[in-house]
């Protein structure tokens, strides 16, 4: 079945620093590939997403782009603020009426 | 704009009671859905509905039940709460049937569950 494998948190890191969340998928097909970001006492929400192989998708200063050869889909931003401090999510959803497969998340925080 | 709603934000159960999680977008949504949210777990898909009248288990269904009588509503129950049914329970809606291919998640705040 279809899976998502995120590096294990939690990532804390100082302001300005240099971000990158791993994020390694398995599916069957072609898949979409999503970030998701949780603030504190927060729903997810979209922070980015990428539909097909090399595709990189941006947002906020976030980037990531769509590795099929690898199945990777890491999150990078090249300096984080405080306000990054957040849960984020990779996930992944195939065509048709399947729903979103999700990694287990990764906390960071960034401290001034 | 109120997107997607979720009531209560806050709920205390003993082992045994029952008690239905409310949801409630005003976006005219085709797909909803309820995850619960874990430490260590991530999100866990528990039901899904693809529109009013048709629902579809997800990863951890039992000790659950859904129904979707109207596009906006999508009510989440537990008919006899166990401890390990705490957790963070949210609601999800999408634009389209096909759930978020392409077509992102809009979540809810969130309830969250204890179940003493």
């Known amino acids: 079945g279809n899976s998502v494998t995120q590096m294990e948190g939690p990532v804390t890191l100082s302001e300005e620093a240099f971000l990158t969340i791993n994020c390694t998928y398995t599916a069957t097909g072609y898949p979409s590939l999503f970030w998701y970001v949780q603030y504190p006492g927060e729903g997810l929400q979209l922070l980015l997403k990428?539909?097909?192989?090399?595709d990189k998708g941006s947002n906020k200063g976030f980037e990531a782009t769509y590795r099929k050869e690898t199945t990777s889909f890491h999150l990078e931003k090249g300096s984080v603020q405080v306000s990054d401090s957040a849960v984020y999510f990779c996930?992944?959803?195939?065509?048709?009426?399947?729903?979103?497969?999700f990694g287990k998340g990764t906390r960071l925080s960034v401290i001034a | 704009n109120a997107g997607v709603t979720q009531t209560p934000k806050f709920q205390v159960l003993k082992t045994g009671q029952s008690m239905t999680l409310q949801c409630a977008q005003d976006?005219?949504?085709?797909?909803m859905s309820w995850y619960r949210q874990d430490p260590g777990m991530g999100l866990r898909l528990i039901h899904y509905s693809v529109g009013a009248g048709i629902t579809d288990q997800g990863e951890v269904p039992n000790g659950y039940n859904v129904s979707r009588s109207t596009t906006e509503d999508f009510p989440l129950r537990l008919l006899s709460a166990a401890p390990s049914q705490t957790s963070v329970y949210f609601c999800?809606?999408?634009?389209?049937?096909?759930?978020?291919?392409?077509?992102?998640?809009?979540f809810g705040n969130g309830t969250r569950l204890t179940v003493t």
């Open positions: 999800a809606s999408s634009p389209r049937a096909r759930s978020s291919y392409n077509s992102p998640l809009h």
């Open positions: 996930a992944l959803s195939e065509s048709g009426n399947t729903p979103l497969v």
């Open positions: 976006m005219n949504h085709e797909y």
């Open positions: 990428a539909t097909k192989a090399d």
